[in-house]
Each structure stands twice: as structure tokens, then as C-alpha cells.
């Protein structure tokens, strides 16, 4: 009893809590356009249209926005957040979060970005910059990022913590420090006083993809296909224990009806067992998609520049990328695919799941035990 009356109040948590967090996800406005200067484009979710955006403009969880030349632009988000997209930036507001997860991520496929994270923000979710290098996970109110086209990236907090994790490395930052990190060197090196010259720096990273695009096109390439036979891993595991955790609830509806107690609990401590995997899965699913996003996004990039007439005349390497582009393409229809299926979570399982538990509740109290079901699960 004590195990049931516990898996009820979490599956009752879930049911609640959940469903809200998608519906917010998918249809809420995360903020709104306060300032635009030179030209911001804003594209929805699932649509091809570019919109010019306009001070007043909503923006929602899925946009994808970019700017051009000369250009930037001022987001308040609902929580009085601000994030400030430069010049020549290209973000999406990711819709990849898990429904165990309390996060608002921003990938930052290339570009620069100020974030100034409101306190009300941190007490209710974190905040994360996903670049195609490393994540950015937010403690603190004000830093900046930028991410540039060979792999390098900039973070510098003004105030405030920020969490810097490379996948090999794991560092805190705060006010006044900063670090770079590249395809190439992943440790991460906290620099005191950090004052990166953001426009040199951008310049650079131009001219080292511009002199050896194959070098840095291959790189991302590799890690697409290498996130992407992961998320296919994570992906069946979950198909495999929804298939199990449909088996186990057969049986003990079987146990139940022909009153084996011990193999009813034994079902229902197997099912909570596979919730727990479920949920972690559903978290790791959602991080590598967001993972992915951010390569998909750059190796995109990638492609416009070899398409552009004047920058190919100095490209090398510009071959190798264009034969690519039709592959990754259709890495990207396949990826969607396993996003749409590995984030599924099946509310029906949960619902019928509780319904059990609602019996049990039912059962404990008619059989006249007057004691506090709260004393009865400790």
C-alpha cells in the first residue's frame, strides 16, 4: 500500500502539471517583439513564411527568428526576460522540452545573443543557451553569447552564474568571467575580466570556415549522424518499454481479477519502475534533440554561404558541402520523425494507471482503516 498510495500522488502530479506545460509549449506567446532595428525575420513553427518583425509582434515557443546585416532585435519574454538577437544571428525558441522538465532553451545556431534573465524567470524554470559547441545553463541574470561559423564560442557573464557544459567539460562561470570554447578545444578555461572583441572574433571565424569549409563541415556532418543513431537508440528503448508496461498492465489486471495480491504488486512495482525510465528517457530525448537542432541549424548555414555566388568564389571546401546537403536533409525528415515519436508521452497509461490507484484508495477506506493515508505511505 505504502508503494501504490505513493506512484498515486506522482501520477496525480504528472497528470495535472503536465498537460498544462504542453499546452503553454505549443500555444501561449513566450513574449513579444519590443525593438527592431534594420531587418528581423521571424519564421512559426511548421510554416515556410518569413514574417518581418515588428515591435509589438508575438513570438512563440518553435519561431525560428533571424536577422540580417546592420540589424538586431529586443525580446521580452513573459517573464520579463530580455534577450537581444545581433546582427547577423539566427535563434529558435525550442519547443524540444520534455513535460518532466521546467526549461525555456534557446538555440543559437550562429550569432550573437544578450540575455537578461529575470528573477521571477530562475524561480520557476531554467534558462539555457544551446549552441552547436556547448550549453549555457543559466543561474544568474546577465550574460552574453555568441556562436560563430567555425565551431567557436564566446560566453562572458556580466553578473550573475552561468553553467558552461562542452560534453567533456563542465564549468561555472560568474560576474566578469567568460571562456571560449571550439569544435577543437572542448575544455573549458575560465578567463578572469573577459572582454572578447566580439566583431574581430566573428571576422575570424568566418575567414578560418571560409579557408577550410570541409575541415568544419565534416565535423558536423559526424555529429549529426552520431547524435542521430543515439536518438534512435533512446527512441526504440522507449517504443520497448511501452510495449512492456503494456504487458505488465494485462497481467495485472489478470492478478486483480483472479485476486493474486502479491502478483498485482508486483505488476504495479514493475510499471513504476518503467515510469521512472520513461521519464528520464523522455529528458535525454528531448536534450539530444535539442542537441541536434543546433547542428542541423549551423550545417544550414553552412549550406546558404556555399550557395552565396560572392562568398563561393573564396570558399574551400565548398564541394564537399554542397554533395552533403541532400544526405543531411534527409537526416533532418528522419529526425523529426524520432522527435515526434521519442516525446510522446502516453497520458492514457497514466490516467489508467491512476484509475487503479483511485480503486485502491477506494478499497483502503471501505474496508474502515480510519488512519491518515499519509501516515500510510511513510
Not at 64 to 92: E, P
Request: negative net charge; aromatic residues 8%.
Amino acid at each position: 500500500m505504502k508503494k501504490n498510495g505513493y506512484l498515486f500522488c506522482i501520477l496525480m502530479g504528472l497528470f495535472f502539471l503536465h498537460p498544462a506545460t504542453v499546452v503553454m509549449a505549443e500555444e501561449s506567446a513566450m513574449g513579444q517583439v519590443k525593438r527592431v532595428t534594420g531587418l528581423m525575420e521571424i519564421q512559426r513553427a511548421k510554416q515556410t513564411v518569413r514574417l518581418t518583425a515588428k515591435p509589438g509582434m508575438e513570438v512563440f515557443f518553435g519561431d525560428t527568428i533571424t536577422t540580417g546585416d546592420n540589424s538586431r532585435g529586443l525580446i521580452r519574454l513573459a517573464d520579463d526576460s530580455i534577450i537581444r538577437v545581433h546582427a547577423n544571428s539566427k535563434i529558435a525558441l525550442s519547443t524540444m522540452i520534455s513535460p518532466v522538465e521546467k526549461k525555456h532553451s534557446v538555440l543559437l545556431f550562429f550569432g550573437k545573443l544578450w540575455n537578461k534573465i529575470s528573477k521571477k524567470a530562475l524561480r520557476k524554470k531554467v534558462f539555457e543557451v544551446q549552441t552547436p559547441t556547448a550549453v549555457c545553463g543559466v543561474r544568474g541574470t546577465d550574460f552574453e553569447t555568441a556562436s560563430y561559423e567555425d565551431g567557436t564560442m564566446l560566453v562572458r557573464v556580466n553578473s550573475g552564474e552561468v553553467e558552461v557544459d562542452s560534453e567533456v567539460a563542465r564549468e561555472t562561470l560568474v560576474s566578469n568571467q567568460g571562456t571560449q570554447v571550439s569544435f577543437e578545444q572542448k575544455e573549458i578555461r575560465v578567463e578572469l575580466d573577459f572582454k572578447p572583441d566580439w566583431d574581430r572574433d566573428q571576422a575570424r571565424s568566418r575567414e578560418n570556415f571560409l579557408g577550410d569549409g570541409e575541415k568544419y563541415g565534416r565535423y558536423v556532418h559526424d555529429e549529426i549522424y552520431r547524435r542521430r543513431d543515439h536518438l534512435k537508440t533512446l527512441v526504440d528503448r522507449a517504443s520497448d518499454l511501452k510495449t512492456t508496461k503494456e504487458q505488465l498492465k494485462q497481467k495485472a489486471a489478470e492478478s486483480k481479477e483472479n485476486g493474486d495480491d502479491a502478483a498485482y504488486e508486483s505488476c504495479i512495482m514493475g510499471i513504476e519502475k518503467i515510469n521512472d525510465e520513461q521519464r528520464e528517457l523522455n529528458r535525454e530525448i528531448a536534450y539530444y534533440g535539442r542537441r541536434l537542432e543546433c547542428h542541423f541549424g549551423l550545417f544550414s548555414r553552412y549550406g546558404d554561404l556555399a550557395k552565396d555566388p560572392e562568398i563561393s568564389k573564396r570558399f574551400k571546401g565548398r564541394e564537399y558541402i554542397m554533395n552533403q546537403l541532400d544526405d543531411i536533409e534527409m537526416v533532418y525528415a528522419e529526425f523529426n520523425v524520432m522527435i515526434e515519436e521519442g516525446m510522446k508521452m502516453s497520458m492514457e497509461d497514466m490516467e489508467d494507471l491512476m484509475d487503479e490507484m483511485r480503486d485502491k484508495m477506494k478499497t483502503f477506506k471501505e474496508q474502515g482503516n480510519k488512519s491518515n493515508l499519509f501516515e500510510e505511505m511513510n
